[in-house]
């Protein structure tokens, strides 16, 4: 099993200017990320959240059962340092995603607190994002 996590304002994916993350929803999102662990045989389960509080309490649970993540953290990436800690007790892999590349953006989106403590990042692929991130989990062997 794999968890693909997000978190805040990507339950509005599809509404939410769409010039930036496209017209395809949560909803689509999670479709393409089970049909994407079915081809690659993992169950996927995608959750989202816009609490930094439960967004934590799902990487404890991540920490603890060993499951691998695929987390697009959404704007916690470049402040969260609650998160980061969560993430820094993982013994699975996580792989950070954007559906965007935050590095062609404004400023503060430069910056993730999260990557140091990620197995590693894939950004501005749009949603092919979380299928790279779900093929670098399942293909590539990768333990931590
Ligand atoms: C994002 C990029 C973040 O900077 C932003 O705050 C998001 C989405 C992305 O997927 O491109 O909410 O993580």
Same mark, same amino acid.
């Given at each position: ?6 978190? #805040? ?8 200017? #769409? ?53 697009? #953290? ?18 699975? #892999? ?51």
């Amino acid at each position: 099993m794999i968890l693909v996590l997000n978190g #805040p304002n990507l339950g509005r994916l599809g509404k939410r200017e #769409p010039d930036v993350y496209g017209h395809e929803t949560l909803e689509d999102l999670a479709a393409l990320c089970r049909e994407t662990g079915k081809k690659l045989g993992h169950d996927v389960e995608v959750r989202q959240t816009d609490s930094e509080a439960e967004l934590i309490g799902w990487i404890h649970e991540a920490c603890d059962g060993r499951i691998p993540v695929v987390l697009n #953290p959404a704007a916690f990436t470049h402040y969260s340092y609650a998160l980061k800690d969560a993430i820094a007790q993982r013994t699975a #892999p996580l792989v950070e995603v954007h559906i965007s590349n935050p590095a062609a953006r404004e400023e503060f989106r430069h910056t993730s607190v999260v990557a140091g403590v990620a197995t590693g990042t894939i950004a501005g692929f749009g949603l092919q994002s979380y299928v790279l991130a779900l093929q670098a989990i399942a293909e590539m062997n990768i333990t931590s």
